[in-house]
Antibody
Framework: QVQLQESGPGLVKPSQTLSLTCTVSGGSISSGTYYWSWIRQPAGKGLEWIGRIYISGSTEYNPSLRSRVTISVDTSKNQFSLKLTSVTAADTAVYYC?????????WGQGTLVTVSS | QSVLTQPPSVSGAPGQRVTISCTGNSSNIGAGFDVHWYQQLPGTAPKLLIYGNRNRPSGVPDRFSGSKSGTSASLAITGLQAEDEADYHCQSFDSSLVAWVFGGGTKLTVL
């Protein structure tokens, strides 16, 4: 059973960089044809896709966030990461890491990141 | 403003049937891209409920069904149960944005 776990600071100051890591267990991040993804959800709102990375290293990002987002993968640690620069209060949300092949079939439990001074 | 449009809320009594719509356009659902549905119980991560428009993952009761026509998709829940009270989200791919897109989510209340 694949499990994903987000980790990182729960509080980030405005204009700084949000950094999160997702650790995958129960399977190798290098196996299969999966997209490793980040999705967020502001309180009381819908889901927003941030971006995804394929094991080859190719990435795709939400156009609305592309200029500020970087997703990377570390196969040796079975992890992938998210960096979001120049954050504002609008970036406050629960951030989920996820595995997808077309639908998302495995989700992390989510981690709340608050942007505040 | 979400790319896919869902009603903010629906409700039904136990045992009844409810449907949740998900409306897109010619760049996403209408272009033939699959629609997936997720159930999100309060305080938890979403869970895959329907994939590829109408397929249920193992363990999902057949009370849940999905369909798609034109630029819209629907999720139907029959024999409504109290445990079905949750938020439901649809998802597809948009070829103009080159991005996965979600609906705004629909809150189901079991009366």
């Amino acid at each position: 059973q694949v499990q994903l776990q987000e980790s990182g600071p729960g509080l980030v100051k405005p204009s700084q960089t949000l950094s999160l890591t997702c650790t995958v267990s129960g399977g190798s991040i290098s196996s299969g044809t999966y997209y490793w993804s980040w999705i967020r959800q502001p309180a009381g709102k819908g889901l927003e896709w941030i971006g995804r990375i394929y094991i080859s290293g190719s990435t795709e990002y939400n156009p609305s966030l592309r200029s500020r987002v970087t997703i990377s993968v570390d196969t040796s640690k079975n992890q992938f990461s998210l960096k979001l620069t120049s954050v504002t209060a609008a970036d406050t949300a629960v951030y989920y890491c996820a595995r997808a092949w077309s639908p998302v079939d495995y989700w992390g439990q989510g981690t709340l990141v608050t942007v505040s001074s | 403003q979400s790319v896919l449009t869902q009603p903010p809320s629906v409700s039904g009594a136990p045992g009844q049937r409810v449907t949740i719509s998900c409306t897109g356009n010619s760049s996403n659902i209408g272009a033939g891209f699959d629609v997936h549905w997720y159930q999100q119980l309060p305080g938890t991560a979403p869970k895959l409920l329907i994939y590829g428009n109408r397929n249920r993952p193992s363990g999902v009761p057949d009370r849940f069904s999905g369909s798609k026509s034109g630029t819209s998709a629907s999720l139907a829940i029959t024999g409504l149960q109290a445990e079905d009270e949750a938020d439901y989200h649809c998802q597809s791919f948009d070829s103009s944005l080159v991005a996965w897109v979600f609906g705004g989510g629909t809150k189901l209340t079991v009366l």
